[in-house]
């Protein structure tokens, strides 16, 4: 997209406006606690997973746009980020992974932080790749059931069931004591 509409725009400050930029997991990075938290691999991003959960979010949601921030590019603004309408295909976000470049590396490769979410709001993703860690925050003001679709296709789980993975997916036994501790005590509902 070269011209920004006030959706663009909106989905944009929602996404960069969901996180804390000085702050990093095992930490919770979401600027408010108004959320229930749900993580998964944040290597869904690259996946055809990815797509069919932002679609389908999208249409649950009700929301027009959705906004990826890489949160370590040089310019997080809003030329520098992916915007796109519910109904984007696989292929055409995978491209846009691959024209969008951090210090010269695809994004599609990059080990670097990304934050998402949509004009509505209702819902926004911290992912730090480096880390192996995703999480999706979901506003306590919306029932989750509504978004349970969604999130068995992203297969995330909440830190109140921690041992409850699915194939393929995040998984709290494979964090440090340490970190599993401190994602238990920081992103408890």
């Given at each position: ?74 310019n997080h603004d809003i030329k520098s980020a992916i915007l796109f309408k519910c109904g ?13 470049k951090n210090a010269g590396v695809s994004w599609l ?81």
């Open positions: 997209m070269s011209k920004f509409d006030e959706l663009d725009r909106i989905a944009f400050y929602n996404a960069k406006n969901l996180i804390n930029i000085d702050k990093r997991f095992p930490g919770n990075v979401f600027r408010e606690k108004l959320y229930r938290y749900f993580f998964f691999d944040p290597y869904f991003l690259s996946r055809p997973e990815f797509i069919e959960f932002i679609n389908k979010i999208m249409l649950l949601e009700r929301s027009n746009r959705c906004c990826l921030v890489n949160l370590d590019a040089e984007m295909g696989f292929i055409e976000f995978i491209d846009l992974l691959k024209d969008h490769y990059t080990l670097d932080r990304h934050t998402c979410a949509t004009d509505k709001g209702e819902w926004g993703i911290y992912c730090e790749r480096q880390n192996d860690i995703g999480v999706i925050a979901i506003h306590n003001s919306i029932d989750s059931g509504k978004f349970a679709e969604p999130l068995l296709i992203l297969r995330a789980i909440s830190v109140n069931r921690p041992h409850a993975s699915h194939d393929g997916t995040f998984s709290f036994d494979g964090l440090t004591p340490e970190w599993r501790k401190s994602l238990m005590e920081e992103y408890k509902v």
